[in-house]
């Protein structure tokens, strides 16, 4: 290896250390921080940001570049040295726009929204949270403006996370999704006794739940040698390096989904993680290739495979011995439709498949009204309700269930709402050519074997990392670009079969 790659790695080796020393931070301020770290904490997390940002943007990393794209030239696209060079080069570009005091500017007031957002959240009163969101979307308008774009500030944005996809592309897959979306939602609408779903509020113990879902999670394929679970409010994975990806989840006593699916859509996004190549690690290389590509594997083992009627046969029996009381005289069919029903909520986090990307679009869309100036912070409370009336026919009761419900707007990062959008697709036309090639997937995960599943997904999304694009990666993986279609065939025809909808209009 040359002298220029060794330098480079050493340095790439540094920032990757600053960024993971940050994450831990904010893993710990999730979960046991007490509230009086706050203030110390924000300053940590800004100087490690600042720190990490300085040393990335050196002229030193682009001399090594610029020595290093010479002598990578004639390597293959997808050869270790090529992209590491290449995807360096493309995030080097982007940040090297952004200054170290905007850098430091941005971590700072998202570390301080944070327990804002908390309060407001608790007392549903979005007021207490406007001030620090205006001071959250001024800071994405100047890193928007900062990075440049050439038509929709959003696209500077979007292309900081979902590289190579603009904000036109995105409405236009949008418009598809609502035009299949509204219609089925309609005719479930007028089918809604066709699934119960009472047997998921029968109060189940919360410690018993914890136990049952980490258990459930490493059947899948979660190794806890390299990872592990804690509480959080909002759960998420979070990893610092190959050798520890965790996992955080929350738990309900009254309501079942959120603790078992929540931790299979946790444990989804580790699993990725725990499966980026090891020769990669400690470069920009090593982590998901784009949060739309990470959503998919959280949504591909959360609903393409755990609310399949598979894997309720596998499950059913274990879940119904630790909770005899509750699920007596249920059977698996009965608790798969269960697990399923769909109906227009209020919660993203909650919503069924159907509904989901509703939710999604509505965000996209208010993110682009703020950052574009249509939509001033004040008025977000009255068009998120207007929205959420207009696209799902429901009232919003307040600002907890509404606007304050995710925490995404308490940090500085617009654009990455569509990535859970963009999961749902990925996952299911990733999930079409997984079927082609293991045709016996049903009967695996009925027999609880999901060696073959993570094997083909560490073979064809995990290993590669960063490596590829978005598309780069479903190009190589499905021989097509991303498309809705595959998803939209997927809901119309489970929905369609769980609500006894006449297959002319599905
Ligand atoms: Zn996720």
Same mark, same amino acid.
């Given at each position: 290896?040359? #002298?220029? &790659? !060794?330098?480079?790695? *050493?340095? &790439?080796?540094?920032?990757?250390?600053?960024?993971? *020393?940050?994450?831990? &931070? !904010?893993?710990?301020?999730?979960? /046991?921080?007490?509230?009086? +770290?706050? $203030?110390?904490?924000?300053?940590?997390?800004?100087?490690?940001? @600042?720190?990490?940002?300085? @040393?990335?943007? +050196? #002229? !030193?990393? +682009?001399?090594?570049?610029?020595?290093?794209?010479?002598?990578?030239?004639?390597?293959?696209?997808?050869? /270790?040295? *090529?992209?590491?060079?290449?995807?360096? @080069?493309?995030? /080097?570009?982007?940040?090297?726009?952004?200054?170290?005091?905007?850098?430091?500017?941005? *971590? @700072?007031?998202?570390?301080? $929204?944070r327990p804002v957002w908390e309060q407001a959240r608790r007392e549903a009163d979005f007021k207490i949270f406007a001030p620090a969101l205006e001071k959250n979307v001024e800071l994405n308008r100047q890193i928007a403006d900062a990075i440049g774009y050439q038509d929709r500030r959003y696209d500077a944005l979007l292309d900081r996370y979902e590289p190579g996809l603009t904000t036109g592309e995105l409405e236009t897959i949008f418009a598809e999704l609502k035009k299949a979306i509204v219609p089925l939602v309609a005719d479930i609408a007028r089918h809604t006794d066709a699934v119960d779903d009472r047997v998921l509020y029968l109060g189940y113990d919360p410690a018993a739940q914890v136990r049952y879902a980490l258990d459930l999670v490493t059947k899948l394929g979660y190794d806890l040698e390299r990872g592990r679970q804690d509480i959080s409010t909002h759960p998420f994975s979070t990893s610092f390096g190959p050798g520890d990806v965790r996992i955080t989840t929350r738990v309900s006593r009254d309501f079942f989904n959120e603790c078992l699916f929540g931790s299979i859509h946790e444990s989804g996004h580790a699993m990725y993680n725990q499966g980026i190549g090891d020769d990669i690690d400690r470069t920009p290389l090593w982590a998901g290739a784009s949060p739309g590509v990470h959503e998919s594997q959280s949504r591909l083992w959360e609903n393409l495979v755990g609310r399949s009627p598979a894997f309720w046969k596998h499950f059913f029996p274990s879940l119904r011995s630790t909770f005899p009381d509750q699920l007596r005289g249920?059977?698996? =069919?009965?608790?798969?439709?269960?697990?399923?029903?769909?109906?227009?909520?209020?919660?993203?986090?909650?919503?069924?498949?159907?509904?989901?990307?509703?939710h999604v679009l509505l965000r996209? =869309?208010? !993110?682009?009204?703020? &950052?574009? +100036?249509?939509?001033?912070?004040? #008025?977000?409370? =009255?068009?998120?309700?207007?929205?959420?009336?207009? /696209?799902?026919?429901i009232d919003v009761p307040n600002d907890r269930e509404g606007v304050l419900q995710d925490i995404h707007w308490s940090y500085v990062g617009f654009g990455v709402f569509p990535g859970y959008t963009l999961g749902n697709l990925i996952g299911a036309q990733l999930m079409e050519k997984i079927r082609a090639d293991i045709p016996d997937l049903d009967a695996q995960i009925e027999a609880g074997q999901f060696a073959a599943l993570l094997g083909w997904l560490r073979k064809n999304v995990h290993r590669h990392g960063r490596k590829f694009t978005p598309n780069e990666l479903l190009e190589r993986a499905t021989g097509k670009p991303l498309e809705a279609g595959p998803w939209i065939a997927y809901v119309q025809k489970k929905f369609g079969a769980l609500y006894g909808i006449k297959a002319a209009r599905v």
């Open positions: 290896m040359s #002298d220029s &790659l !060794e330098q480079l790695k *050493a340095i &790439l080796a540094e920032v990757t250390d600053l960024s993971r *020393a940050a994450a831990m &931070l !904010e893993w710990d301020q999730e979960t /046991y921080m007490p509230p009086g +770290g706050v $203030a110390a904490r924000s300053d940590q997390l800004s100087t490690l940001h @600042r720190l990490s940002h300085i @040393r990335f943007t +050196g #002229d !030193e990393v +682009g001399r090594l570049l610029e020595e290093l794209e010479d002598e990578t030239s004639g390597k293959p696209f997808d050869s /270790y040295e *090529a992209s590491l060079v290449r995807v360096t @080069r493309r995030d /080097y570009e982007q940040e090297r726009k952004l200054s170290p005091e905007l850098v430091s500017e941005a *971590a @700072r007031a998202s570390s301080a $929204a249920v059977d698996d =069919e009965a608790f798969f439709r269960a697990v399923n029903r769909s109906y227009p909520s209020l919660i993203r986090v909650e919503a069924d498949e159907v509904t989901y990307n509703l996209f =869309e208010l !993110e682009n009204e703020m &950052l574009e +100036g249509t939509l001033k912070v004040k #008025d977000l409370p =009255e068009a998120w309700n207007s929205r959420v009336k207009s /696209y799902l026919g």
